[in-house]
């Protein structure tokens, strides 16, 4: 049984408003947890969200850009439990989207990462997060990103989100620069 707050149900509305009145078609009922960016040197804007499917919760994205909003794209993998996609566009028109999802395999919540060069393709996802380390979702609402991403206008981007590795809990970081992410490091003791 799913339970709806009203701060989903504020959310899904407010989306399906945005989207019907930039032009772009999203299936409002099962999409939530809008997030959006823009560079007003590239003249290019990014809305990513989270819609449900059957048995899992997919990231998407669309572009808006040359004065129109691109077809929406599935970022996350097919049956990945993915949510909290957050967007960041730098003044090239370059954007990079980061997601949570859980790692079946390392048995660990993962950060992952994509990117897509303006004018291109979106690249595969890539795990930022260590597989050693547990990515915390402190928050139960579907409309908080645990995390955080920002870009500089030379697409320079650094990802910010809090670990667990053993019994500590840290901040971590990782940066991208050059198509590429770094090895993540710990700011806090």
């Avoid at 897509?116 to 928050?139: A, D, H, K, R, Y």
């Amino acid at each position: 049984m799913k339970i709806l707050n009203a701060c989903f149900c504020k959310w899904t509305t407010i989306l399906a408003s945005i989207c019907c009145f930039w032009g772009l078609q999203v299936e409002a009922a099962k999409s939530y947890s809008p997030r959006g960016a823009i560079n007003r040197t590239a003249n290019v804007a990014a809305l990513v969200w989270t819609t449900e499917q059957s048995t899992y919760r997919s990231v998407m994205v669309s572009i808006f850009s040359a004065g129109s909003w691109s077809a929406a794209v599935t970022l996350s993998a097919v049956g990945e439990d993915a949510i909290h996609p957050i967007v960041a566009v730098d003044a090239l028109g370059n954007a990079i989207v980061i997601w949570s999802s859980f790692n079946s395999v390392q048995g660990v919540e993962a950060l992952n990462a994509t990117w897509l060069p303006f004018g291109g393709s979106w690249t595969t996802p890539t795990q930022i997060s260590s597989s050693s380390e547990n990515v915390i979702i402190i928050s139960a609402s579907l409309d908080v990103a645990p995390y955080q991403l920002f870009i500089n206008d030379a697409g320079v981007a650094v990802a910010g989100w809090i670990s667990e590795i053993g019994n500590d809990l840290l901040i971590r970081t990782s940066t991208f620069s050059l198509g590429t992410w770094s090895t993540p490091v710990s700011l806090s003791p």
